[in-house]
């Protein structure tokens, strides 16, 4: 039996602190019954002394009086019994009172255990009456003292051990939530890298393989009939198709070629070389700062993207790129004189379409600009987009 358990429920684990205080129970048990026996001076009373012990030890060993409150009172009902007997014949018993006080509180409900305090007490100090010893003031106040004594211990360490409980579940919670945080970190962190591979994909693996396309659809165009090249044409295009349809991956976020040896005005340059699609100008205006990397890089991405979705949607004549350097911001427009659309009615298809200007839009925001859209129907298309310069405006 485990006296100093709670009933119910029992903790999972039996502590040092617990197990010493069962060792001292057990102890303290034992001694009292050597003194009763000894104090007694007749035969029935160390007969008696050890009925008491042998009751005690029983309910100790049963591991039913640990499982069940109802055996753990019938128990106690045996002990107290065997305990009254003894006292009846020897004043010493009293003494008794005290461990039973303990094992009252720990196995009985509080509503149970308290009243057999009381009585444990009230007992205790008439028998000692009964004997015939002097009455004195520690007679009375010492049994009512001491069950005092141990139901404030009692429902003290059944307080900690319900504070340690606490503590307990709550440690175990936060272990959990911090693993939950960064489960949800790792994903988060996995979001915002297919977001960033979806951005750069499509401006540049999708954006690439369109214009080839492009330029393999006007190669078709200006063969002569029957030429033997129209099926190898034929096969590029396709295979390009094939792969712009399959492009899921972007292998490293470096610095684009075009800027590796160059300027962001020399790469918008290069854009509008003449090719597939609409006559492309480009403009410089104010005076040109160096920009940070990831700055370049954004414009340069933003144009490729919108340019592409000038070729590839607006049927276009005229496009024009103008990159305008301000006192504290730069600036990227992308006018064409196309069929135009109804911005707010872009919707990203299944096919990959429409993924283009949120995109763009994520592009400038993530480093704390603006990106504006104005088009309708059969007025063209104006893209801008305007990053505020940080402090210096170096790399």
């Not at 009373?45 to 009086?65: C, E, M, R, S």
């Not at 592409?308 to 350097?325: D, Q, W």
Request: net charge positive.
């Amino acid at each position: 039996m485990d006296p100093v358990a709670s009933h119910p429920p029992a903790p999972r684990v039996l502590t040092p602190v617990r197990r010493a205080l069962r060792v001292c129970l057990h102890l303290l048990m034992a001694g009292l019954l050597v003194l009763a026996a000894v104090r007694a001076g007749s035969p029935a009373g160390t007969v008696l002394a050890g009925v008491t012990g042998a009751v005690y030890t029983a309910g100790a060993l049963l591991p039913v009086v640990r499982r069940s409150q109802r055996a753990a009172a019938g128990w106690l009902a045996l002990l107290a019994l065997s305990w009254l007997t003894l006292l009846w014949a020897t004043p010493e018993a009293l003494w008794i009172a005290f461990p039973l006080y303990f094992l009252q509180l720990h196995l009985l409900p509080a509503r149970w255990a308290l009243p057999a305090v009381a009585l444990t007490a009230v007992a205790a100090i008439l028998s000692y009456v009964g004997h015939g010893a002097a009455p004195n003031p520690g007679v009375f106040i010492g049994p009512p003292l001491g069950g005092a004594v141990a139901v404030a211990t009692v429902l003290g360490y059944q307080a900690l051990y319900r504070e340690s409980e606490r503590r307990q579940r709550l440690i175990e919670e936060l272990i959990t939530t911090r693993a939950e945080l960064a489960a949800a970190e790792r994903h988060a962190g996995t979001l915002a890298e297919r977001e960033r591979l979806a951005r750069e994909i499509h401006d540049t693996l999708a954006q690439g393989l369109s214009s080839i396309q492009l330029l393999l659809r006007a190669a078709e165009r200006a063969l002569p009939a029957g030429s033997p090249a129209a099926g190898h044409i034929d096969r590029a295009r396709r295979a390009a198709q094939d792969n712009l349809a399959e492009a899921r991956r972007f292998v490293r976020a470096l610095t684009p070629p075009d800027l590796e040896h160059g300027s962001l005005a020399a790469a918008l340059e290069r854009l509008c070389e003449p090719g597939a699609g609409p006559r492309v100008r480009f403009s410089v205006s104010g005076t040109p700062v160096e920009l940070p990397t990831p700055y370049e890089v954004a414009l340069l991405r933003i144009a490729q993207s919108a340019l592409g979705n000038t070729v590839r949607h607006a049927g276009a004549e005229r496009a024009e790129i103008t990159l305008s350097f301000m006192e504290d911001a730069v600036a990227l427009d992308v006018v064409d004189d196309g069929k135009g659309f109804v911005p707010e009615a872009v919707r990203v298809s299944a096919e990959g379409g429409g993924f283009g200007l949120p995109a763009m839009r994520s592009r400038a925001e993530s480093l704390g600009g603006t990106f504006t859209v104005e088009s309708a129907p059969g007025q063209g298309t104006a893209v801008a987009v305007t990053l505020p310069l940080p402090a210096g405006g170096a790399r």
